[in-house]
C-alpha cells in the first residue's frame, strides 16, 4: 500500500471519493427499492402517477450513473485497489440492460419493462452497492 500512496497525485480526488462513496451506497440501495415498488403498479395499472413515479426514478438512475462515470475516472488513480470493474460498467452489463429498458419503454411493453427491473436492474443495483462497500473497505485500508 505504501507504493500506491506514491501514485495517488491528487489526494483531493481520493478525499472526495472516499466522502462521496456512503451517499453513493445509500442512493443504489433506494434506487433499488424505488425501481421494485414499480414493479406492481406497472404490471397492473397504467397511471399518470405510476409514469410519474417512474420517470423520476429513471432521472435519479441518470444521476446515479453520471456518478459512477465520474467515479471511474477517479478510480485512474487506484489501479493498486485491485478491484473488479464495477458491475454496471464490466462487460457492458449495464448499457445493455438501458437499452432493453429503451425498447420495452418504446414499445409500451410494461411487463418485459416490469421483469427488467425486477430480475436484472434491482439486482444489478444491489450488486453496484455491495462493489461501492469494497471499494470504500479498500480506501478505509488505505486511509488506516
Do not use: C
Request: glycine content about 4%; charged content about 30%; proline content about 4%.
Amino acid at each position: 500500500m505504501n507504493d500506491l500512496k506514491k501514485e495517488i497525485e491528487r489526494p483531493e480526488i481520493f478525499n472526495a471519493i472516499r466522502n462521496s462513496i456512503p451517499d453513493a451506497r445509500y442512493s443504489a440501495r433506494k434506487l433499488a427499492e424505488a425501481f421494485t415498488e414499480n414493479i406492481k403498479p406497472l404490471r397492473m395499472e397504467e397511471s399518470e402517477h405510476m409514469f410519474v413515479n417512474l420517470s423520476q426514478n429513471i432521472q435519479e438512475l441518470d444521476y446515479f450513473l453520471d456518478f459512477i462515470t465520474q467515479l471511474r475516472e477517479g478510480m485512474r488513480y487506484f489501479d493498486g485497489f485491485s478491484l473488479p470493474a464495477d458491475p454496471i460498467s464490466s462487460e457492458g452489463a449495464g448499457l445493455s440492460l438501458f437499452q432493453e429498458m429503451h425498447a420495452a419503454l418504446e414499445s409500451k411493453d410494461w411487463i418485459m419493462l416490469s421483469d427488467l427491473i425486477e430480475y436484472e436492474l434491482s439486482p444489478l443495483l444491489l450488486k453496484q452497492e455491495q462493489w461501492l462497500g469494497s471499494l470504500y473497505e479498500k480506501i478505509l485500508e488505505y486511509d488506516a
